[in-house]
């Protein structure tokens, strides 16, 4: 894979004006490269990644240290440990120049002064809205896309032929079918389950927090508890007690009971496509039907690369980020690597040609990044607990007053 850059002129005086510039904020120290010590040298990248885009970038690494004589150095980690060892690192001067990561990380990041922001310019625009809005804090971009991830709704097309128009209209049309489930949603029994119940609750107009112009959280209006949050919490009971929503169908149970063909709908993500497929069903990804009569808005999860805050090379990393990585090549290598829609839009719209890809990707456009700010982990636990007292036939008023009521306070203490 081939990457021409769009700045050429005068880099290595960029290094070194950037390296001069920030070595005052980082430590000392001849850690392993290994380690991906960030302080080591200002002659090398060190870019943290996991083991599925550490073969994807090993071109575009390659072209970089030809092109601008930095060497890149990939460092492999575990995905799961990526976030804590980031976040113990950076601040004693060590850890990569830039790592992959979730953008729900952003809000501790930020918080904690482990990133800085980075400049996109008109690139802006050649990222999908949902994208760029998930690594937005406070009018700042802090990470570069590749990736997009949410549920939809899977349909097996040979036991219904079209897409449902309406919630109710999903349900008459599952029942139809004669199988043992209209429609089927994995739950866990003791928490629910508030990432695959929300695009139900937003097609009541609600949000967990109220939303900036930028499409950014203000963690200081939470929304959750309003009228429109009043509404889902009794139409939930009202499945709950019709059976339409069965908490006791887990995840497994739930892909189960799709794969061999005792539902024609599951609410579900990419992960769940393979095993659908290799059991023979014919599968169509369609736009999750709305409950409440407003669009149903499922969370969207964004992968990215972070820039280190206290990077040496802080110059050399957004130019690998911005004119190496936010391209059509290399988004297309990230997608193939993980078969997740494409941030950028000229590589999403060629991924799009797989039917797969363009529904999951039509149905995150339209979505909510998922809440990125300190506040949300005050959220989850009173969440999920209220809806399962929803679904066993609690009142709806007073348990979703309460939920409300105990969050706010969670997050005041």
């Given at each position: ?7 050429a ?12 510039l920030?070595?005052g904020?980082?430590g000392?120290g001849?850690a ?17 990644v ?8 090993k ?13 890149v150095?990939l460092?492999?980690?575990?995905f ?5 060892d ?5 601040p004693?001067g ?8 979730a953008?729900?990380w ?6 904690d ?12 625009t050649e990222?999908?809205?949902v ?8 009018g700042?971009?802090?990470g570069?896309p590749?990736a ?12 219904v ?11 008459a ?7 043992q ?11 629910a389950d508030?990432y ?7 097609s009541f107009?609600?949000s ?9 959280y ?8 309003d ?16 059976g ?30 393979a095993?659908?497929?290799a059991k ?12 409440g ?15 280190n805050a206290?990077?040496?090379n802080?110059?050399a990393?957004n130019?690998?980020?911005v004119?190496?990585?936010a ?22 719209e ?6 797969i ?9 339209q979505?909510?990044p998922?809440?990125s ?19 066993k ?13 105990d ?6 203490g």
């Amino acid at each position: 894979m081939k990457v021409t850059s769009t700045r050429a002129l005068g880099f290595g005086a960029l290094i070194a004006a950037g390296s001069l510039l920030l070595a005052g904020c980082s430590g000392g120290g001849s850690a392993p490269q290994a380690s991906g010590d960030a302080a080591a040298s200002a002659g090398t990248l060190t870019v943290w990644v996991d083991a599925n885009r550490a073969d994807a970038l090993k071109d575009v690494a390659a072209t970089f240290s030809e092109e601008k004589g930095l060497k890149v150095d990939l460092v492999e980690k575990d995905f799961t440990k990526i976030q804590a060892d980031f976040a113990a690192q950076v601040p004693t001067g060590k850890g990569p120049d830039i790592t992959v990561g979730a953008h729900d990380w952003l809000g501790g990041f930020v918080q904690d002064g482990l990133v800085a922001p980075i400049e996109l310019g008109d690139k802006t625009t050649e990222f999908q809205e949902v994208a760029i809005q998930a690594f937005t804090n406070e009018g700042k971009v802090y990470g570069l896309p590749y990736a997009t991830e949410n549920i939809a709704l899977m349909r097996n097309v040979d036991l219904v032929p079209e897409a449902p128009t309406s919630f109710d209209d999903m349900i008459a049309k599952g029942t139809a079918t004669g199988v043992q489930y209209p429609f089927v949603v994995g739950l866990d029994p003791a928490n629910a389950d508030p990432y695959h119940l929300y695009p139900f609750e937003t097609s009541f107009g609600n949000s967990v927090f109220a939303r900036n112009a930028d499409g950014s959280y203000d963690g200081s209006q939470l929304s959750i508890g309003d009228e429109a949050g009043q509404a889902f919490a009794a139409w939930l009971g009202a499945q709950g007690a019709a059976g339409t929503i069965n908490l006791n169908l887990t995840q497994d149970l739930s892909k189960e009971a799709f794969n061999s063909g005792q539902t024609p709908f599951i609410l579900t993500g990419p992960w769940n496509v393979a095993d659908a497929e290799a059991k023979g069903i014919n599968i169509a990804i369609d736009p999750i039907p709305s409950a409440g009569g407003q669009p149903a808005q499922p969370f969207v999860g964004v992968q990215g690369f972070y820039l280190n805050a206290k990077s040496q090379n802080a110059l050399a990393a957004n130019e690998f980020l911005v004119n190496y990585l936010a391209t059509e090549p290399v988004q297309t290598a990230l997608y193939e690597a993980g078969d997740r829609p494409p941030a950028l839009t000229a590589a999403y719209e060629k991924a799009a040609a797989d039917p797969i890809i363009a529904g999951f990707g039509e149905v995150g456009a339209q979505g909510a990044p998922m809440p990125s700010i300190p506040e949300m982990g005050s959220v989850w636990e009173f969440w999920g607990v209220a809806e399962v007292s929803l679904l066993k036939g609690e009142d709806p008023t007073a348990i979703w007053t309460k939920m409300s009521d105990d969050i706010a306070a969670n997050i005041a203490g």
